[in-house]
Structures are given as C-alpha cells and as structure tokens.
C-alpha cells in the first residue's frame, strides 16, 4: 500500500485547497518552486548536514526497559526527538522550510504557535538562517506559555497576540493566513504542522518522514525484524505522520495514532478530531473537523497546548477512512500519569503530548507478547510543561478526592 | 430548471443600457439581529443599491479583516446560522426587486450538504453565491448544484491572478466576476488598490461577464473613482462599521437599531450617487 496524494493534494476525499484566490497563485508558486528547490542536490546536502550537525539527527532509539518490565508485556522502545534541538520533532520540519524560504528568496517568515514549540523552532532557524520571524500566538495561549514566548523574542522573532476568536491556535492559523494574504509577496509561511492547503500538508509529512525513516533502520538493527506497532499522539498529526509513513507498505506494521480526551469525550472538553469529528472544510483543506450542525467550528481542548487543534492533517483523515491506521484517545488524566510515571522509570520528562502517546503504549503494552515490539514517538521533551504540571497536582492535592 | 436569464444577468443588463455601475452593498446576516438585517436590507434597496450580499457568519473567515470579524461574531453569539438567513431571505424576498447574494464560507455550506443549501437557496430566491474559501477547482462539488439549478456562483479575481488563470475565471464565473482590489483581507481603506484598474480592463476585455470591484471601497470618492471603468462596485466593512458605531452608544435601545437602519441607508445613497447616470 502507498500513501501519495493526487496532483491537487487530496487523499481520497481529503486535503486539496480550500483557500481564497489571492493564495492560489502564491500555492502555485510553492508548488512549483518547491519541488524544483527540494530535488536540488545543493539544498539537500544543506539540510542534510543542518539536520545533522545543527538539528543533532539521528536522534537515538531508546529501550524503555523499566517501564517494559512493568508492563510484562511487549518491549516498548522510544523515538527520542525530544533530544532534537529545541525539544521537539518540530525542527525537522521548520529547518526544510526555512532554507525553502531562503532558497525562494523571501526574507521573511511567519508562523503560527499553540504552545509555542513551533514558535520557538521558527524562531530558531529564522536566527540561524538570518530571516525576519514574526509568530502569531493565541493571546490567552501566551499567557498561559509566557516562557515560550520570552524564548522567542530572545531570538529576534516578534510574538504577535491574537485577539480574536477563541484566542488560541486556530485562531493564530487564522491571522497567519491573513498576514500571508496581505505580504504574500515577500513573506513566506512556515506552518507547524500537517496542515493548511496543498501542497503544506504532503511537504511537512515529506520534512518529518526523517522519523520514520531513522526509527526503521534502528529497529532492524537492534531487534532484527520490524515492530509490531508505532504509537504516536496526533495534534495536527505531523510527528505521527512522519513516524508512520515509512512503514506504511509494512502491512504486519500497526499504526495507532492517539488524539487527546481531554476531559473525556462525553464531556465535550477534547481534541478527538478524528474519534469524534465530521468531515468539514477548515483552514485551507477537507478533512475531519470538530464543528456543530450548522458548520461552525468549536476549539478544541486538552493538557496539552500542542493538540489543542479541531482539525486534523488529511492523510491521516485519509488513512481512518482506509482503515490503515487505528486512532484511539487517551485523556487528560491518563497523560498526566504517563508524564509522571515515564518521568520516575526512565529519567524522561515527556512534553504532555508525547505522554498522550506514552498513556496508550503503557495501556496496550500488558495485553501484548513478550516478544512483541512497541515503537512510541517521544515527540518532545517536557521541560516547558513541567511548571503547568507543578500547578495541576498541587491544586490536585488541595482537592479530596 | 435553470433560468433563460439570472436575476443578476438581467440587473447588469439594465445598468449596462444605461451605462452605470451597480453599488453592492454588503453586511452580516444577524448583526445586530436578524430583524435589523430585514429593516437593513429594505433600506438599502430603497436607497438605490443594485444588489444585495448578505453574510453568513463563520467562525473562522479568514479573509476578513478585523470590522467583518467583529460582525461576524456578534451575529454567531446572537444564534444566527444558515437556516435562519435563508428564511430571512424568503421573508424579504417578494419585497425587493434586486438580487440577492449570499457570501459565506465553505463549511456551512458543506455542514448542511451541497445539495441541500443549493435546493433551499433556490427555494427562497437566492440569486448568486460568493464562497471566498472556493475556487473552481476543488469547490465544483458545492458550486455546480448552485449553477444547476439557476444559482449564479460568483468567482474571485486577486491582484496575483496570472492571466491564464483570469481567463478561466471569466469563463468560469456567472453573474460577475469578483475583483479583489488588493492582496489582503476585507477592510475600509484610506484608497483604492494601485493598479486595479488595468486589471479590470484585462478581465472585461476576456469575455461578457461584468466585474464588479470589492475590498477596502470605503467612500462615495472610491465608489465614483471604480465605477468609471468597473461594471460594480462593492463596498462591506465601511457599511458594517457604519452599523457598528451607530449601535455602540445605546445598544439594546430600539432607537440604535433604527438610527443604524437610517445611516445605512443614508450611506448608501451617498455611495450611489456618484454611480448614477
Ligand atoms: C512535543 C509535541 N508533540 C506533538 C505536537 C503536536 O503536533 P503534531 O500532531 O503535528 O505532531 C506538538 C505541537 O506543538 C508538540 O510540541
């Protein structure tokens, strides 16, 4: 099996572009120039050895020993992109954009950020690249993540607030795409994750694939045969679409994709975008979306600023339909679990989405083999959620249970 | 089903006889409420608009500026979706003689399913659709049950339309073609998009349908300055604002909903007048 889009970005019913004609030509453009650009063998080397030599790529594969043993079931090794600079997998994607954009010749890139993880990757590779760097960032999102935000400025990008909306990432996503309308000449737009209009949701799949493509060769190494499934959390879906897709034709291969419960799914307080969602047309694609009868689209919630997003990337709308992937939930409280419990038995503090991935692996782990392989993306690490958490279990304890 | 000649069509006809360009006001369904949109709309077709647009809230419109984005809201905490803008439309229907357009984004339309919005626009007399997160290519399954049934789906030009693509834009479009004045969002500018002209020239020239300019068109100054050469003029966030502030001092007060009815539709005869031959 194979996962490729056809020539307007659609897989299957999903993707495409769903955008004002003041993009179209802009699209075209990308389209064009990106895939002259990404097949030039002077770029490649250049991202190559960024992603090497910048980035630190291969990020290891570690055996979760401890927690495997206490699972007495299948043997659960974790990708590492929290060791990536910066701290999450969203470099990989941004570093391929921002020498895209520099290769295009604009000198200047915006972004949007939830949490701030992109933002602050954005940031970075606009100072090393040296390209001016204004993020667009939810007004309620930076206060909550005023760390992220200091970040940023110190390295020369500007945090823009948003006021509209609800506030938070959608509506960033929305005034990005305004200010791309607006600048689109000069300006290029570096989104974070498997989103937006053709051909963004197929080029940052194409940027994270590096994943994937490193965790294959280091499985075959140590254990000699393929896992028996990936886990990976799914916001936008990028870190799972870039684990995923190199072992998409290994059909022994489970893809299991964990979107945010929030407080549950009866409460209505989640992210289950795909568990839950309808088909819809939002920011700049058709795909699975959180909205009401009338078309309306409600935010969505989580821990976890970073899956806080009532879409979902196409291809994984796509590979649902297909039955190609399996996309269960874990909720806010299994994830804080996770976070605690990978924290005391390997000496790692996941961000709070990768411990959304962490919840479901130590949940399936026990009712597999002990000779069955579980591969989970750690897609980042958990030092900007650390102070959040500190506040959510010391108003835990306040509380009688 | 589909009719010999649109609403729409035979409108531009008659402005064409007589050499003038259409004023298309536009404003939010349900901003402040949806009665105000029936007394807005009577209003504004008494004070000499040629068509009507009418808004339908989103959530997320994302190529509106900050004035469509206030109203757009404010309509949505009211409760007012697409079932209800359709009745309005029915309501107003037998009372005005001119087109009515209804602008809206792509997914309340998908929500409620292609054929049914073009079934129920058609049944309330609907004339045209703008869907700015549409184009020809990927919004063909929701703009040809429009166009099927006598709908007339309004495309968008921009300033970075290369040729090519204008031209089957032209092609594509019914009713008018939809010419974005600037690269950006929607949004009363201080003057019109450099170079707007020579564009809209470009299009007139490719084929019969009128093009119509929108975005930024603030003043009856824009309005004279774009219908010397446009076939019509649409002018949004200055309207919309002009509803804002006259609702802001004494909202909840009936007397704001009526003095907002009179400014608008004072304004309007202002941005006509200039049009008039
Ligand atoms: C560490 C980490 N993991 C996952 C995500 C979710 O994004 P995606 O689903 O695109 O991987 C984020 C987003 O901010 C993140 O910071």
Same mark, same amino acid.
């Given at each position: 099996m194979k996962s490729e889009p056809d020539?307007?970005?659609?897989?299957g019913d999903f993707g495409g572009r769903f955008v004002p004609e003041m993009l179209i030509a802009a699209l075209d453009e990308l389209v064009e120039r990106s895939a002259r650009i990404l097949a030039d063998p002077a770029y490649r080397a250049e991202l190559d050895g960024l992603l090497a030599n910048?980035?630190?790529?291969p990020t290891p594969l570690t055996f979760a020993e401890r927690s495997s043993e206490r699972c007495g079931g299948a043997r659960i090794y974790l990708k590492?992109?929290?060791?990536?600079h910066t701290g999450a997998h969203k470099i990989n994607n941004v570093l391929g954009q921002a020498l895209l954009a520099r290769y295009m010749g604009k000198k200047r890139i915006i972004a949007e950020t939830g949490a701030g993880q992109h933002g602050v990757a954005s940031a970075t590779a606009a100072a090393l690249l040296g390209l001016e760097c204004e993020v667009y960032m939810g007004a309620e999102d930076m206060r909550r993540q005023a760390l992220n935000v200091f970040r940023m400025e110190l390295l020369g990008a500007r945090c823009i607030a948003v006021e509209s909306g609800s506030r938070t990432l959608k509506d960033a996503i929305n005034e990005a795409m305004r200010d791309w309308v607006t600048n689109v000449e000069t300006t290029y737009y570096c989104i974070g994750?498997?989103?937006?209009?053709?051909?963004y949701p197929t080029m940052v799949r194409d940027f994270q694939r590096v994943i994937g493509i490193e965790a294959r060769e280091q499985i075959l190494e140590v254990e000699g045969r393929l896992p028996d499934a990936l886990v990976a959390c799914v916001g936008g879906g990028s870190n799972a679409i870039g684990l995923f897709h190199p072992f998409i034709?290994?059909? $022994?291969v489970r893809l299991i994709g964990v979107e945010p419960g929030g407080e549950g799914i009866a409460s209505g307080r989640h992210g289950a975008t795909i568990t839950t969602g309808v088909p819809g047309i939002f920011h700049g694609k058709r795909t699975l979306v959180l909205s009401d009868d009338d078309g309306q689209i409600f935010p969505a919630h989580s821990i976890s600023a970073g899956l806080d997003y009532p879409g979902v990337g196409p291809e994984h709308a796509w590979l649902h339909e297909v039955g190609r992937a399996e996309y269960v939930v874990a909720t806010d409280d299994e994830a804080l679990e996770a976070f605690q419990l990978l924290s005391r038995s390997e000496g790692i503090i996941p961000a709070l989405e990768s411990a959304h991935a962490i919840a479901h692996a130590l949940k399936i782990a026990p009712t597999m083999s002990r000779d069955a392989i579980l591969l989970v993306n750690? $897609?980042?690490?958990g030092d900007k959620d650390v102070d959040e958490v500190r506040k959510i279990l010391a108003s835990r304890r306040k509380e009688p249970s | 089903m589909a009719r010999a000649e649109g609403r729409i069509a035979e409108r531009f006809r008659m402005l064409g006889a007589k050499g003038e360009a259409a004023l298309i006001p536009f404003l939010t369904a349900g901003d402040p409420d949806l009665d105000t949109t029936e007394a807005l709309v009577l209003a504004m077709a008494g004070a000499g608009a040629d068509l009507i647009e009418l808004g339908i809230p989103?959530?997320?419109?994302?190529?509106?500026?900050?004035t469509i984005q206030r109203s757009s809201a404010r309509a949505l905490a009211r409760g007012t979706h697409l079932r209800s803008i359709l009745r309005l439309v029915e309501r107003v229907r037998s009372r005005v003689e001119q087109p009515i357009i209804l602008m809206g984004y792509a997914n309340p339309v998908h929500a409620m399913g292609a054929e049914a919005f073009a079934k129920a626009a058609r049944e309330v007399g609907v004339d045209g659709v703008i869907?700015?997160?549409?184009?020809p290519e990927d919004g063909a399954p929701y703009l040809d049950p429009c166009r099927a049934r006598g709908i007339d789906p309004i495309l968008l030009a921009a300033p970075t339309t290369p040729r090519e693509r204008l031209e089957m834009l032209v092609r594509e479009t019914r009713g008018f073609l939809y010419y974005?004045?600037?690269?950006?969002?929607?949004g009363a500018r201080a003057s019109v998009g450099r170079g707007i002209e020579e564009r809209v020239r470009l299009a007139q020239s490719l084929g019969d349908v009128p093009v119509c300019v929108g975005f930024g068109v603030a003043t009856p100054e824009h309005a004279r300055e774009i219908g010397a050469y446009a076939d019509g003029v649409v002018v949004g966030s200055a309207i919309v604002d002009t509803i804002e502030s006259a609702m802001?001092?004494?909202?909840?007060?009936?007397s704001a909903r009526a003095r907002a009815v009179d400014e608008v539709g004072r304004f309007v005869e202002a941005l006509k007048k200039p049009l008039r031959r």
């Open positions: 020539d307007r970005g659609m897989f910048y980035a630190g790529r590492r992109e929290d060791l990536a994750s498997v989103m937006g209009p053709h051909p034709g290994d059909e $022994s750690l $897609s980042g690490r | 989103f959530s997320d419109p994302t190529a509106e500026g900050p869907i700015p997160d549409l184009t974005v004045s600037l690269q950006g969002v929607t802001r001092d004494v909202s909840k007060d009936s």
